[in-house]
């Protein structure tokens, strides 16, 4: 079976700080994807990355950065320089299907990150 | 592209009534669409798969009776809570994924519906 674990119930930061947000997965799979999502306080889920087991190479989108390491089934997040509007809920998520993730997904608990001024 | 809409966003009813939340894709055709709960500061777990024209996939744990799935359209899939209790009071969450056209078929969410049962 497979389990995401987001250790980190809640983080507060102050704007301006990197915070990283750690995600650990577990999957019996070779072939898998991995999803980040935010959820703000409306309750809509925003779709921030995917990525596939294939491919190891970090990303970085604007202030966001993904790593990805197999090697300690982790796919972390970081945000740089953060801003009040980043603060939200941040899932993520695992799934095995190998077309792309349109399978059911597995979500960890979530990390409520809080950015304050 | 890939916009999904749920009906109602929220909604109140009393105890013992039936609710009936929508879950559309509204320029894509989707055979399958997910249903998820999310109660208060919890997690997404799914709850179903609907696929159209079949019975719904209900995950270990979900009472099939109690929340009826119908997919009876490309781009329309219904959840109905039968006999609400207060406890079924949760933040639910379709999915629907696409049947072409998208990058390696990957499934885009609805805006969620607030259901409240007093």
Known sequence: AQKVTQAQTEISVVEKEDVTLDCVYETRDTTYYLFWYKQPP?????????????DEQNEISGRYSWNFQKSTSS??????????????????????????????????????????? | GAVVSQHPSRVICKSGTSVKIECRSLDFQATTMFWYRQFPKQSLMLMATSNEGSKATYEQ?????????????LTLSTLTVTSAHPEDSSFYICSARPVQGYVNNEQFFGPGTRLTVL
């Open chain 2, 61 to 73: 744990g979900v009472e099939k009776d109690k929340f009826l799935i119908n997919h009876a359209s």
């Open chain 1, 42 to 54: 409306s309750g809509e889920l925003v779709f921030l990355i995917r990525r596939n087991s294939f």
């Open chain 1, 75 to 117: 796919f972390n997040f970081t945000i740089t320089a953060s801003q009040v509007v980043d603060s939200a809920v941040y899932f993520c998520a695992l799934s095995e299907d190998p077309t792309g993730g349109g399978n059911k997904l597995t979500f960890g608990t979530g990390t409520q990150l809080k950015v304050e001024l």
